[in-house]
């Protein structure tokens, strides 16, 4: 079955733009998480959508939204893009919410604010 | 508070076995995971063990959990230079949200 799709792959910005990134979980699971990767911070959790509604949000500014679609495709926006915003955007997936199996990772959505 | 440590680097020779350490904070996390993130790739599940568990084997891999001193480690039996990438441990916090550490870079020396 086709795993986590994110698209773009990748994306070039500019200061003071918008961007929206999608992400496609695995058929059949229902919740999806987003998170950014940067060299120095790492892994940081976004936020978590399970049917429709966001479950659990990490320490972000107000810039960073999401949402969930009724067929569990998830987007992610950053409203004003900083420079700072530039890293690694990935999603994951999983059957529900906080699913003890672990997620399964999309190959990210690589975004450079220029 | 959550946190996730682990040293940033590990250089083996090919041949040998890797062992990967991690520390986490969270008690009363239940599941905890090793991710595998090759470059410009998204992060792979390697294995995850349950925390009433000290240890689990899946062919290479060997994980090993001491819960009373919140350590966890990975042993990856016989490196290879496919084994090449950034390990992720994990936990799944009392917040419903996986927290990860740094990741460890591992690098295979011939």
Request: hydrophobic content about 30%; aromatic content about 12%; proline content about 3%.
């Amino acid at each position: 079955k086709a795993g986590v799709t994110q698209t773009p792959r990748y994306l070039i910005k500019t200061r003071g733009q918008q961007v929206t990134l999608s992400c496609s979980p695995i058929s059949g699971h229902r919740s999806v998480s987003w998170y950014q990767q940067t060299p120095g911070q790492g892994l940081q959790f976004l936020f978590e959508y399970f049917s429709e509604t966001q479950r659990n949000k990490g320490n972000f500014p107000g810039r960073f939204s999401g949402r969930q679609f009724s067929n569990s495709r998830s987007e992610m926006n950053v409203s004003t893009l900083e420079l700072g915003d530039s890293a690694l955007y990935l999603c994951a997936s999983s059957l529900v919410p906080g699913n003890d199996y672990g997620y399964t990772f999309g190959s990210g959505t690589r975004l450079t604010v220029v | 508070g959550e946190d996730v440590e682990q040293s940033l680097f590990l250089s083996v020779r090919e041949g040998d076995s890797s062992v990967i350490n991690c520390t986490y904070t969270d008690s009363s996390s239940t599941y905890l995971y090793w991710y595998k993130q090759e470059p410009g790739a998204g992060l792979q599940l390697l294995t995850y063990i349950f925390s009433n568990m000290d240890m689990k084997q899946d062919q290479r891999l060997t994980v090993l959990l001491n819960k009373k001193d919140k350590h966890l480690s990975l042993r990856i039996a016989d490196t290879q230079t496919g084994d090449s990438a950034i390990y992720f441990c994990a936990e799944n916090s009392s917040a419903s949200k996986i927290i990860f550490g740094s990741g460890t870079r591992l690098s295979i020396r011939p």
